[in-house]
């Protein structure tokens, strides 16, 4: 709930205390006040009985004062008796129907006990007093499903107070209960038609075109930014594209350069750009140049999905000097990665630089002690170094830590099968041999 809470100012005008009684009571404006003013006191150190029981003897001497009412109602309200609240509020409005204090502590007592129907009957009282009220209704409108009511509400407030972050996830949680992209559309048309200069709202509309796959009416809402703001930078992150849709690779390759050049875009959607940029690369070789040269560019702003990004495109494209270069690099900046490690260590083992898997493989059973796949490459480097001892070792001590990996054991056995048979063991090579060639037989 957003509506606004406050304090009233305590006024004793209904009551003169330095008037002497006109009734045969006594004087008893001086108890009066001392019960009242234990009643605040109660309330504010949170005895909010004892404050009820100081305002029923203020009533017994006063029941004409709407603001005993009203402290009761609050202190009734903190004690969730919502009834006896309810109550007590009913009578202050009674007593001053314009109080707005008064109102809105009775719309809280409806809306702690989810009274919908009756918050929103109050609301409507103290949308009279402050239009900010009107974001309450409208939210309260929401969760009756009247989801019309709610968007005029908000049209009022947009007009009257300029648009607003939070009435904007509102409306947003309005089209996404209705699905009605239709109305999203026409509200940010409407106030692109209001302000054309306002950036954020084009880039809204790209953006609500592209999620219902209206790729024609995006590219042109990209277009039409462009034109009016053609210094703007984020347009590009949806112009590349709409580019290399049309075949416009040049005009693609230059929206990318404007992307990754930018400081004002964030890293995150830097590396989405390059990513879908590598992926058009791999099936168009013959814009590699470009890519180097796009490259080259963020070479110090590259993030680790980046590096990762463009080991996976050398990788593919059989460049694995390339690609292990990056996957180094995105390992640097990310070194816990375990998917990274295992990238690096493969490729290590692919261009037989056997001293590295055992560097690299020992530095990272440092973080994964029970990872399998680390004893295997260590192993295997262990293998190809002529070291069949350790290797040995290692492969034995993976093997306890492997869980339901058929391929990995029977890797296993055969790396043990090579130890032993450089050992000289035949026998046991033999023996790890056929339990490799069972497992592999059973694939």
Known sequence: MTGIFCIPQLSF?????????NDDLGNVEDEFQEYFFEALKQKGI??????????????????????????????YNKLKNFGAAEDALKKAINMQPDNEWFLDELYDVYYQQDDIKNAIKTIKQLVEYHPDYKQDLAALYIREE???????????????????????????????????????????????????????????????????GDKKNAYKAAKNL????????????ALYKFYLQ??????????????????????????????DFVAFVAKNPEYESDLVDITTLVDENKDAQTHSDLGQYYLKAGDKVKALSNFKEALKQDPNNFKLIK??????????????????????????PAQPFLYLVHGVANNKLG?????????????????????????????????????????????????????????
Do not use: W
């Open 343 to 368: 990238d690096v260590l493969l490729l290590q083992l692919d261009i037989e630089d056997y001293q590295a898997v055992l560097t690299d493989s020992k530095r990272a059973l440092e973080l994964y």
């Open 226 to 237: 462009l034109n009016i703001k053609p210094e703007s930078k984020f347009v590009h992150l």
């Open 246 to 275: 049309d075949n416009r690779v040049d005009d693609a390759i230059n929206s990318v350069k404007v992307v990754l050049t930018s400081p004002e875009i964030n890293a995150d959607a830097k590396s989405k750009v390059l990513k």
């Open 13 to 21: 005008g209904q009551v003169d205390f330095n008037k002497p009684p």
């Open 46 to 75: 949170e005895n909010y009985d004892r404050a009820v029981d100081a305002l029923q003897k203020c009533l017994n001497l006063n029941s004409k004062l709407p603001i005993i009412y009203f402290e009761l109602g609050k202190n």
């Open 146 to 212: 009247k989801y019309r009511q709610a968007l005029e509400l908000l049209d009022e407030l947009d007009a009257q107070l300029g648009i607003s972050d939070s009435r904007d996830a509102m409306r947003n949680d309005i089209y996404a209960i209705t699905g009605n992209a239709d109305d999203r559309i026409e509200n940010l048309e409407q106030r692109i038609a209001n302000n054309p200069n306002n950036e954020d709202n084009h880039l809204k509309l790209i953006y609500r075109y592209s999620q219902i």
């Open 387 to 443: 070291d069949y001892n350790t290797a040995i070792d290692n492969l034995e001590m993976g093997l306890d830590f492997l869980i339901d990996s058929p391929k990995m054991e029977s890797d296993f056995y055969s790396e043990l099968s090579l130890a032993y048979k450089g050992l000289n063991n035949i026998s046991k090579s033999e023996t790890f041999a056929k339990k490799a060639k069972a497992i592999k037989a059973q694939q």
